[in-house]
């Protein structure tokens, strides 16, 4: 029979366990629909799933639609639990993405969407809850196509001119097929979407059942069976045990067949499969053969971990969702904490990502969540196995270290009859890239079974940073080189030496820290955008307005996890309950207040017994310790980065006589001073409009010595950024907006006496139905009030873009986002807190100069130099009486 393993995800409360209901009804697996909210799912097969009403853990139910046999594996739809869901994407075939028909495209059905461009799983989406009042197809699908991808056309009705005029504009075969016969064949159908290019979009209710069965159908008649090897592999991605407590390792066989008694390794264990169970909800069936294409779960392993590849298979990526937050357990008084963490390794074995530790120097015990409800569901289970009662404390952000430049990191240990030293290229990788290892190290200098084993070290630990003490990522650590002695070196002296080159590199490189951020969605009344978009600024956030109608708006942004993580009550509290606030993890960005978390972590790097900095090197039969910034004076091993540099100077020379025969074009100059003269800039100078080599070395002599004519300057602000950010303007707004307006005005005109350059206050307008665009003089500066649809942002980008080459353009404002924008465009910038500074510094200014004057001798300045003289002689002989 033919196999598919397909998998079932969604946003929260989309229908996703309806869904799967509808699906193992009709096609006669249950004679009865089970409803979550009447706790009796085919598939909520635990307890504290019923009582929630959520998915918690994944669960597989096995069905058949024709000949066909499928493996549905229902996935977690909360965001909370979604490192569970992505450890089950790694064995799909197929992905159900459900999409709730009321709310359209949220934030987590967008990570869902990201996740399976990742994992290059094929999609069929089904948008559940058409019943319901309001609900647009037209306006569903075109939400679908510009928010996930252009490719998702609806499957309803197929075998029409239109549908297979959409197909057509997907891939250039079906086009060149449906110019040819007028109709694509469904062999290309299901290979388009197999290959993403083609994403199938069913409608209908789930609970009523309407649309379902025409999906099932679509399902089996689009998706390619897949092909499976004869050589054996196999993908674990779940560890689970029974009311038993048996351990159960789950996998899916992609290679070959799979018997009890079979022996089963990873090159590291070898352990013997003593029972092959079946699982379809709650109830399983053991066999003693399974076939490749099948989703299992085996007895006998003590030492599988989710992730792992046996045979053929390659261990999986980490995951990319990843908990931010980490949390003390707080254990009962008399519970001893030796006695309990064994027993959390067990959780710690189903959830990788929990990353149980205890903490020695703080004495407790640490565990990192994704959010509240994962708080409730870890103490259940703690108390339900092993019937102890845990609190957990309010949580601390889990923060990130990299680098910024390359390094060469060396580590040393030599106490007496031991040797090895270890040479590290540490370089920056792309955020988001997490960690990797390579080598380029010559055998010559150390053997290859000693480079197995450094990268191995190097693998095993989670390294630490040298700002936080928190974990490094987004680099790439490479063996370059090393040493051994033939006689005193031993396993443990490259562990050592591996950890040390590790920090040393660390301790020379500029390291910077990163802070988990969040993408949001925020959907509020239109009356409350303002307090919304001052709340984000406020917490180092950016947004933008993504849509609107005449009541809501919809901001989508980003933020730093720390400022927004329980920002959902003040959003239900200032609009009422109208508001919602969806946020997914977007990833580590640079922080926003590192001082202040770098002094309250109290960290001290070259304190960190654990993690040492130095190295020991060895003279006169004792070992001694050397700090990371001499241990380059004392290393044995030529430095790699060093010797790269001799060796580039060595043969530049030879190549001049090939070099001065050639043409270099104004580009490759361009390319060569960016690569070379820009290359330490920083990244505060990175938005900088480079010269190219035709504007620095190649304009004309007539320019040469002609005195530049003067630029008039014009200074923009954002008029109610300003006013938000200073405290004065801010209260005052909040009773009386014109107050505060006028106030701004008075105080910028003022300004303009001071400093004669034309002044432009935009205030935001976008909202007044109908409004042109009004601009105001306002004694000596202009006001502007943009038109329907325009933010002063927009007004300000656009002049700033289109008048920089003509003026000394300053725009005044504390937005990220803008400000980002300004500087692409070659502007300067001031903060709201700069512009205050400026304007108060130029009162005082005044003030000073008019008190000069009030103190000066108008008689004295009348005089000629002669008179003046006399004068001062006439005065010093009458002192001297």
């Not at 008084?333 to 963490?341: N, S």
């Not at 509240?372 to 952000?397: M, N």
């Not at 197995?452 to 040298?466: F, W, Y």
Request: hydrophobic share 35%; glycine share 8%.
């Amino acid at each position: 029979m033919k196999k598919l393993v397909i998998g079932i995800l969604a946003h929260v409360d989309a229908g996703k366990t309806t869904l799967s209901e509808s699906i193992l009804y009709l096609s006669g697996k249950i004679g009865k629909l089970g409803r979550v909210d009447n706790k009796d799912a085919y598939l909520d097969t635990y307890e504290l799933e019923r009582a929630r009403g959520i998915t918690i853990f994944s669960k597989q139910a096995i069905f058949e639609i024709g000949e066909t046999q499928i493996t549905l594996l229902d996935t977690p739809g909360h965001v909370d639990f979604s490192a569970e869901m992505e450890r089950t994407l790694q064995v799909l075939d197929y992905a159900i993405l459900v999409i709730s028909g009321a709310d359209g495209v949220q934030g987590h059905t967008k990570t869902l969407w990201r996740l399976l461009h990742m994992y290059q799983i094929p999609v069929f989406l089904f948008v559940n809850k058409m019943d319901q009042n309001g609900t647009d197809k037209d306006k569903l699908m075109k939400a679908m196509k510009k928010q996930l991808d252009d490719g998702c056309l609806e499957f309803e009705p197929v075998k029409t001119d239109a549908f297979y005029d959409q197909l057509a504009m997907c891939e250039e075969i079906m086009l060149e097929a449906y110019l040819e016969t007028g109709q694509v064949e469904t062999a290309q159908i299901q290979k388009a979407v197999k290959e993403r290019k083609v994403f199938p979009c069913f409608f209908g209710s789930a609970l009523k059942l309407k649309g379902v069965e025409q999906f099932m159908q679509g399902l089996v008649k689009y998706a390619l069976i897949p092909y499976y090897p004869d050589e054996f592999g196999a993908k674990l991605f779940k560890i689970t045990r029974d009311e038993q407590g048996n351990r159960l390792t789950h996998m899916k066989l992609t290679g070959g067949k799979l018997k009890v008694k079979d022996v089963l390794t990873n090159k590291i264990w070898e352990e013997k499969v003593n029972q092959i169970r079946i699982y379809s909800g709650q109830k399983f069936e053991a066999v003693n053969e399974i076939e490749a294409g099948s989703v299992f779960a085996v007895t006998g392993l003590s030492q599988t971990r989710p992730g792992e590849g046996l045979g053929i298979e390659e261990a999986s990526k980490t995951p990319v969702l990843e908990p931010v937050l980490f949390y003390q357990i707080i254990l009962p008084e008399g519970c001893d904490p030796r006695v309990m963490i064994p027993k959390l390794r067990q959780i710690e074995e189903e959830e990788p990502e929990l990353h149980i530790v205890w903490n020695e120097q703080l004495q407790e015990i640490q565990v990192q969540i994704m959010g509240e409800v994962q708080i409730e569901i870890l103490q259940s289970l703690i108390q339900s196995r092993f019937g102890v009662p845990v609190a957990i404390d309010t949580g601390r952000i889990v923060y990130k270290e990299t680098i910024t430049n390359v390094v060469e990191g060396v580590g040393h240990f030599e106490p007496l009859r031991h040797y090895a030293e270890v040479h590290l290229l540490l370089t920056p990788g792309e955020p988001g890239s997490g960690l990797q290892f390579g080598v380029e190290c010559s055998e010559d200098s150390l053997s290859k079974s000693w480079q197995r084993l450094i990268l191995t070290h190097l693998e095993e630990k989670a390294h630490k940073g040298v700002l936080t003490g928190s974990v490094i990522t987004d680099m790439k650590i490479t063996l370059v080189s090393g040493r051994a002695h033939n006689k005193h070196t031993e396993g443990g002296d490259f562990r050592e030496a591996t950890y040390r080159a590790v920090r040393q590199g660390l301790k020379e490189s500029k390291s910077i820290l990163l802070e988990p951020f969040y993408a949001f969605q925020l959907e509020l009344p239109v009356k409350m955008v303002g307090r919304a978009m001052n709340d984000i600024e406020k917490m180092h956030g950016s947004c933008e307005i993504s849509q609107r109608n005449d009541e809501m708006v919809v901001l989508v942004g980003s933020s730093p996890v720390i400022t927004m993580r329980n920002y959902q009550q003040e959003v239900v509290a200032y609009t009422k309950g109208l508001g919602r606030l969806f946020c997914s993890l977007k990833g580590y960005e640079p922080c926003h207040n590192v001082e202040e978390v770098i002094e309250s972590s109290g960290y001290d790097s070259e304190r960190d017994l654990e993690n040492p900095t130095g190295s020991i090197f060895c003279a006169h039969g004792a070992g001694f310790l050397v700090d990371w910034n001499a241990v380059k004076d004392y290393m044995h091993v030529e430095s790699y980065l060093q010797k790269k540099d001799d060796l580039a100077g060595n043969t530049a020379p030879n190549q001049v006589s090939f070099t001065e025969e050639r043409w270099i074009s104004l580009e490759e100059i361009d390319q060569i001073i960016n690569n070379t003269f820009y290359a330490n800039q920083g990244k505060k100078s990175a938005w900088k409009r480079r010269k190219t080599a035709h504007e620095s070395y190649y304009e004309p002599a007539t320019h040469v010595g002609r005195q530049k004519e003067p630029v008039e300057e014009y200074l923009l602000v954002d008029g109610y950024n300003i006013i938000y950010a200073w405290p004065e303007l801010r209260e005052l707004a909040d009773d009386n907006m014109d107050g505060a307006r006028m106030k701004l005005l008075d105080a910028l005109s003022n300004y303009q006496g001071i400093r004669e350059c034309q002044i432009i206050v935009v205030f935001d307008a976008y909202l007044v139905q109908g409004h042109l665009e009004e601009v105001i003089d306002y004694h000596n500066i202009h006001m502007v009030y943009t038109r329907e649809a325009q933010t002063a942002d927009q007004y300000i980008e656009k002049f700033a873009h289109d008048n920089q080459k003509k003026y000394n353009i300053v725009v005044a404002t504390s937005d990220g986002l803008q400000q980002i924008i300004i500087r692409g465009a070659g502007c300067a910038l001031l903060s709201a807190r700069e512009l205050k500074v400026e304007i108060e510094g130029a009162n005082e200014r005044i003030k000073q100069e008019y008190q000069e004057i009030q103190k000066r001798n108008y008689l004295m300045d009348a005089l000629s130099p002669e008179a003046k003289q006399q004068m001062e002689e006439l005065i010093k002989k009458e002192n001297e009486k």
